[in-house]
């Protein structure tokens, strides 16, 4: 007996992904080292995802300490922790059920840690106005997401729902539409501008979109995952008039906002834009934009907190999303927590705030440096072209394959870039993601590797891959 | 501008539980006390919800101690520390990314821990073996539910799937179905019988269902929310069998099998029996189990922690599952360390074990008293009826309204147990539910209460109960 014919077509559909042979071989890798085989390295180097602890960085004391103190209130009256640690973590168990991190919460979150996030908001955006009703907390901005498309898609046909999403775009949200029976319209980034979103190539899709369904949302993320590029507000200007005239709800996913490399670079919010966009526009274009403690100088993925911020959204609707919240149990109190610290970091004058700074400043100078670094690299090795890279944990460079290697691919019925990227776990234990995970324009290649790691795994790891990347040029050319 | 006309229809259909009603009320009178409004009472008591810290019960200081430590690892050099909570942490530092929490773990939940859930099931069943590949983590044991649902579900009419559940059942699980497009099949609990499941009354159920849908699994919750029972070997063999004979995918709920009250009851697990039933059964009978760390003594609900394990699934299968469970984040790590307590506590001779026994015991203690205390105050009351209360974290009294009350009710468009409830915070400030709101056979009524508080609340709340009960049926009868 066996259910397999009753599993959903949803779940049969969706992909064994690739990703699995890169993983899997990773692990292997890491089983014969330990096993005492011989490699050219001493070990595998995970450049795969956004996880800044995997990537050797140490999560900032304050927040550490918050939480220790929240998850075990006898260290309040500990002497070792600075006293506005423990003023946060008595006032953050106050709001606690029971006093404990161990109850339920508003399945939507925490009431005065939305409050916090307002203001955060606010503070970010130049004071345009937060309402701790318009934030919901979640698990992780993911799930946040999910909820919006739960609420958008009608996967009934013939007025099936239709999502605009960024070629190249992370897999898991592919997924997640597919999943939810949304209709993906795939617009492409210009990587030749530096992956900007050009409004001409929305309308394109969205044309193109509307033969075949229902197009609702166009989802940004912004700074971008897996591209590194941040829009300008012109850019960003141009979209939410585009969002305005085609009656598109706007998906911002901005959990990128606090990672910019570059002085002359700037994040601003789409909700402040729109703020500042006259009333007949600012009143009126739909939006929730998306943040996390997993990204940002913090990193802490492992907690799950994330949450999503409603613009203008009809208030029956808002009733809706709180009832659909409403549904599910609270989001991790752990994650929670880490929100508040984001939101309401140390101030000058707090005892932690020295060590908070310097710890901070010194993940940003990494980043910075990473960033400079891997330009650098990659502007001496041939057949690599890299677009400047912004803002974000990611950078995507393209890779300009011999006409032979591609062949030699097409042979073993590989992706080029994914053959690549074996090779280059194999050969030299470093381990990238190839650009078809993500989309790509036909033809092209790509590897996406995390910026966000310590300077010396990054240098590390520009070593390994260049030296496999000039061997594998000479190889096929 | 607005997107209601796109919501989702499942969004859209999901009830404005009448819950809201009650816990706005409750919102409302806690605030009016502390403005300074004079109550009979000086405080709101909430026994609404399975959460056993917010009931007033201290969290366990072992599992305490090593979370603090794991969120900040300075704590394994403290001296006040015991050294298996150091230990502890460190091992479980070792199995993170980085070594530390903030890391995204593999979505299925760290390898380690999987492991130690495997043993403690092993354990829990006499030796019945179990794999770690069979254990999926998740945050919490509603979202493993959510997962099954994702696996069996197809909403397509005319082959929409049918779910068998019993009635009554908690109000969460029914909106999930229905948001999974899932058809509700309701087999009642026999109330009389102690709220024991009858073959019958499934055989029932399920051919009236095979009439509008296409019935494919059958939950049980043992022991049971909101009823307070616990089956007997020989039931969960009948639901066995006919599970077998009817090819249903059993969807075992199980996250109360440490909450046992009487001597002469024992749990025992849906796996274990499945196990001891010949191979015909055993090796075929498809099976999830789900558990968590939120119910039981532990009560650390706002970690979210809860697993699956799965019995007899085809590979093919569970592979499907697996790869469902890649596409989303990784379970939060707070709960994932707080399972791995569960699984694998502090042993005669551990430097905790003294402490953390004489805490559960004392938790053990309390509940078993409720129990009792509960079943000794409703004996003595007109008009309510209970059934012997033997395991879970709830009590699910049967009302006998007199027929001016439910005329009463009816007048004012409310269920009369509503009404009662509304009252009872009202003017006693004691918050209990509504046992409409979890399904009961025609023109019975009841509310349910949480067993599982410290026992001065429990019996502050058992004589507010029992002065409001008093009055409300000398002014009905």
């Known amino acids: ?55 050797g960085i140490k999560p900032i004391t304050f927040v550490r300490q918050v939480l220790a103190a929240c998850f075990y209130p006898a260290l309040l009256e500990d002497d070792s922790l600075p006293l506005d640690v423990k003023e946060r973590a008595d006032d953050l168990l106050r709001q606690c059920d029971g006093g404990s991190v161990g109850s339920y919460t508003d399945s939507c979150g925490i009431t005065k840690i939305k409050h916090g996030l307002s203001k955060f908001i606010t503070r970010r955006d130049g004071g345009v106005p937060s309402s701790p009703d318009d934030i919901f907390i979640t698990s992780g901005s993911q799930m946040a997401l999910m909820f919006m498309l739960k609420l958008l898609v009608q996967s009934k046909v013939p007025c099936q729902t239709g999502v605009l999403i960024p070629v190249p775009t992370y897999a898991s949200f592919n997924l997640a539409l597919e999943d939810h029976g949304a209709v993906i319209i795939p617009y492409y980034l210009c990587e030749e501008q530096g992956w900007t979103l050009q409004v001409e190539e929305l309308r394109r899709a969205l044309h193109a979109g509307r033969k075949t369904c229902n197009p609702v949302a166009l989802y940004i993320c912004n700074p971008g995952n897996p591209t590194g590029h941040i829009q300008s507000r012109k850019s960003i200007e141009e979209v939410i008039r585009f969002a305005a005239e085609e009656r598109l709800f706007l998906l911002a996913d901005e959990v990128y906002q606090s990672c910019v490399y570059r002085e002359d670079t700037k994040f601003e919010s789409y909700k402040k834009v729109l703020s500042e966009m006259g009333s007949t526009i600012s009143s009126t274009v739909e939006l929730a934009s998306f943040n996390s403690a997993s990204k940002g100088f913090m990193g802490e993925c492992g907690l799950r907190g994330g949450y999503v911020e409603l613009v203008n959204l009809d208030p029956a609707v808002k009733e809706y999303t709180r ?61 690599i072209s890299c677009q400047p890279l912004k803002a974000g944990f990611f950078v995507f460079p393209c890779l300009h394959f011999p006409p032979r290697a591609i062949k030699w691919a097409k ?39 995390l910026v966000a790691t310590h300077e010396d795994i990054m240098e590390d790891a520009l070593q390994r891959l260049k030296t496999f990347h000039m061997r594998f040029m000479k190889e096929f050319s």
């Open 411 to 449: 042979k073993r019925q590989m992706e080029p870039d994914m053959l690549y990227c074996l090779q280059l776990l194999e050969e030299t234990g470093l381990h990238v993601r190839p650009g078809c995970e993500y989309g790509q324009r036909k033809d092209s290649h790509h590897i996406r590797l």
């Open 323 to 383: 009832i659909l919240f409403s549904t599910r149990s609270s989001p991790p109190v752990g994650g929670q927590i880490a929100l508040d610290l984001m939101a309401d970091p140390p101030k000058p004058g707090d005892p932690s705030f020295l060590t908070f700074s310097e710890e901070v400043q010194s993940i940003k100078n990494m980043m910075c440096k990473n960033a400079c670094r891997i330009q650098e690299v990659f502007a001496e090795l041939p057949g």
């Open 1 to 55: 007996m066996s259910f397999l014919r009753e599993i959903s077509p949803l779940v049969r559909n969706t992909f064994l992904s690739e990703k699995d042979v890169l993983l899997r071989l990773a692990a292997q890798i890491a089983a014969e080292i330990q096993q005492g085989e011989r490699k050219d390295y001493i070990e595998v180097l995970d450049l795969s995802s956004g996880d800044l602890h995997r990537g």
